[in-house]
């Protein structure tokens, strides 16, 4: 193996060209050999419309989708499955406007926008792009410390299974601290962050995607055989009636909080463009608009199934995670975990890699002449001619320094779920219906107070309402949390 080094810090224009065609080069595992370049200089897109699929169904199906009979619950047969149409509408709609606002300003040749923020400055300008950075990648840190306290959540759950199966059900020695899971959940991401970019995530995307389909129809399977045996709970068109021990106020805040959910469940719009800059050019629009239309379509069956056979099958007693707690049959529940838990470490790095991305550029950039930041090696692989891994340390250093922040926040805040909740509620209006809405506006220069102005306001109002609602449901789930046990996980 040969090793050798390119110092950049000598020649800034050298190094200003280095960044424009070998960005996506310069990191860890990024093995290369001849460049085949794109349209802009940097190395060639091969990513399809089925691998943007599998990409945003990573993303948009995650183990929440065990809690929606609980939301069904909460609104009733009625309610329920139209929330679910409603928000699936919402979301193919919003996602096929921001698929055209990747280039600028013709939607298949113009200049490509490579991330979310990149685009609304474009199109709204700088403030805007300020806003929707800060909210996006907020968000996206939120949710690597939720998937860091879900996936230990599930690797618990196995742990408890086996050992239930062990010493009988319900036996005290299976009780177990988080912390060594949190550890080894920690020490996968930080050698899977140093997967260069989201180009290369293919194969854990799909491998991940694979597993979110897997635990999903497992708990329709658990669903439909508590239905075939007859042992159902009690359902309503209404859903959870009010009575004793469940108020009115109470009926209140579920609701709210079920509506959030389901509005959440579909959001993906925050690393839609970061998706979308993976596909072959040019017009990635037209396949991004179908990769939506398959994904949202996906979800949405997966999403029914789950959420109207759990209720069928638990009623208004419907618990917050179909699997939790079940564990016959045992090897069908490890099953479930085990996926849910190789799902969430993909999910982790597709949600962390525009994150990655932009402190990456902006780091570059900063520090033109820092042999840290922007010393490259080429490794040599032996046995692979041409073949050469490029090695950044400042890559190295950052997104590690990066998943031990997560890991340390996930075992600080075990119920982080819950701020993260509030998190969803609060960026889901900007990053998935007022940015796309605005951008659309802007591109097609509808005048204010028209027919076709009136009803994207409208529409983005309604969403605004709804969002509103699932971050005072939110923060009461917080208030809820830190009065009973701001400390304990919940296994």
Known sequence: MTITATNNGNDVVALRVQQQNLESKRSIGNCTGIEDLDDDGKPRRTGSTLTASAHIITVVIGSGVLSLPWCIAQLGWVVGPIALAIFAYITFYTSSLLAD??????????????????????????????????IQYVNLFGYSVAYTITGVVSMVAIFKASCFNKRGYGEKSCTISNIPFMIGFGICEVILSQIPNINELTLLSTIAT???????????????????K????????????IGPGFSAADKVWSTLTAIGDIELAFSFSLVLIEIQDTMKGPAENKRMKIANLISVTTTTVFYALCGCLGYAAYGNDAPGNMISGVYDPIWLVVLANVCI???????????????????????????????FVNHDYSVSIPGFKNKKCHINMFKIVWRSCYVIVVTLLAMALPFFNDILGFLGATGYWPLSIYFPIAMYISRKEIKKYSLKWIVLQSLSGFCLICSIAAACGAVRGISKSLASSPFKAKN
């Open 101 to 134: 606002c990747y280039r600028y300003p013709d939607p298949s040749s113009g200049k490509r926008n490579y991330n979310y923020s990149e685009a609304v400055g474009t199109f709204l300008g700088q403030r805007m792009k300020m806003a929707c950075g800060i």
């Open 210 to 228: 694979l597993m979110s389909f897997t635990y999903s129809s497992i708990g329709v399977l658990l669903s439909i055989n508590k239905i075939a």
């Open 341 to 371: 838990v190789v799902h969430l470490v993909g999910a982790y790095q597709v949600f962390n890699q525009p994150l990655y991305a932009t402190i990456e550029s902006w780091s570059s950039k900063k520090w033109e002449n820092s042999k």
């Open 230 to 241: 007859g042992n159902t709970g009690k359902t309503t068109l209404t859903g959870v009636e």
